[in-house]
């Protein structure tokens, strides 16, 4: 689905992108048990192309939009009720998807008139004033200290942001329950492994981080088979621990996956849970659902952060 940037439908709040159209979409894709998708487009015309090629399923747009009304005159595209915001937006899709549309507007005439609707139609239209929406430059005050650190790793700054967000939502004194610290969740453990012992300040917790951050680059290596491959890796060592996600990489080639794929090694985690795999490969029980979430979480957001933050 393709949303417009920086406007109520999808932008950056508080470091979270949030946005009315987006709410929508996670409910539709929720009650109708199928994932969504953001399109990442910035240009109108090629969002509407994207919608006519085939490429994406469901654009955003005004009811008043010329370039709907030039298409829908032509009869190449048809759009759903109106959703009741103030841009009057309704979802269009191509005249090959009209099946799609008669299933939006039943969800749509029921989704209006219930609870939920009403809160998010509050919250994104009286408590906060769609008119003062203006794009969002910065994530934390930290944002100097993370580019600094991210540029010792050769990241995009935008991706170690979305993995301390993930960790610490930019509180540089979150405490987990496992008694992990600051921004980027330093344990005890690992800072005495790592001969870190000052976590607490926020600079310092970054450079824990990153530190080992690096030293499991070293372990991952350059052996995926790509950048992507290699990040996920990485993260998801960060989390679960190097020695776990080795462990998984070892069983998904029991399974006949590729261990260089992340994709292929999420795909079989879930197994790891179960006594028939674990007891029979010889590998520690492993539920994973958090490690899954974890990656996959940082690098949705990370992808959303590229579209609505400048580098």
Known sequence: MAVRPNTNDFYL???EVVGFQLELI????YTRSQPYHIYLETDENKRWQALLNGKITIIVCSQDDSTLHRYRQQHKVFYSAPLEDYSNSVWVVHKKNRHLLADVNMWISYYRTSP???FKWQNYFVLRDPANINQQTSLSSYDWIIKRYAKRLEWDWRLLASMIYQESRFHPEALS????YGLMQITPVAAEHHLLYNIKEPEDNIEAGTRILRSLQ????????SLYNNIC???AAYNAGANRIAQ???FAVSQGKNQYIWKEVADVIPLMNYPIHYESNDIYRFKGAE???YVEKIMDRYKLYKVLLSE
């Not at 996670?26 to 894709?29: G, Q």
């Not at 329950?177 to 992990?180: E, F, L, N, S, V």
């Open 177 to 180: 329950y496992r008694g992990a």
């Open 26 to 29: 996670r409910a539709y894709s």
């Open 116 to 118: 939920e609707y009403y």
């Open 291 to 293: 490690t899954l979430n």
């Open 248 to 250: 998984c990489r070892r």
């Open 233 to 235: 890796f990485i993260l």
């Open 218 to 225: 070293k372990t991952v290596s350059n052996d995926t088979a």
């Open 13 to 15: 709040y508080r470091s």
